[in-house]
């Protein structure tokens, strides 16, 4: 027969184990959120940023600056449409994914999924953003772009045209 004390025991010991799992978890989220890539944001908050990086720790002179930044702008332009492109194929793959897992539920679970992935697309589009300055759109300096038209299964988010939420100027 299992005593009172072994029971208290045992007790204390799940909920120690399960205090350190919780903890444990949150830890590995603010880590994850402050060693994976951060929000690139515009390609000229991107640009200067960098830019700003380089200064501090090269110690770079005026004139140094004055040549090194339109390199880090070319970068950064260059960036775009690696981007874009990286976007759209997460969408695909993720689209795959949640239809091939679509045809492994059962009604009710495809509506909680579907239901649950609209809701996280809600909370990713944020507050209204404000318009791009001088007419730009985010994917094309000189506006001769077209926007992207939006996929019909999707519901807009803030990554609609460049892929990245934390982008101002889509």
Not at 159 to 170: L, M, Q, R, V, Y
Request: hydrophobic share 30%; charged share 30%; with cysteine.
């Amino acid at each position: 027969m299992i005593g009172a004390g072994s029971v208290k025991t045992v007790l204390a010991m799940a909920g120690i184990f399960l205090a350190g799992s919780v903890a444990g978890g949150f830890v590995s989220v603010a880590w994850v959120r402050t060693t994976s890539m951060p929000q690139w944001g515009t390609v000229d908050q991107f640009a200067d940023r960098h830019l700003g990086k380089m200064i501090k720790d090269l110690g770079l002179t005026e004139e140094q600056v004055s040549r090194v930044k339109p390199i880090v702008k070319e970068m950064a332009e260059q960036l775009r449409p690696v981007r874009r492109r990286a976007l759209d194929d997460a969408r695909e793959i993720f689209g795959n994914m949640y239809s091939r897992i679509e045809a492994e539920l059962t009604p009710e679970q495809v509506k909680l999924l579907r239901t649950s992935l609209e809701e996280k697309r809600s909370r990713e589009a944020g507050p209204p953003r404000p318009p791009p300055p001088d007419g730009e759109r985010h994917g094309s300096p000189s506006g001769d772009k077209p926007p992207a038209e939006p996929k019909q299964s999707q519901s807009p988010t803030r990554d609609d045209d460049c892929g990245f939420e934390s982008c101002t100027s889509c």
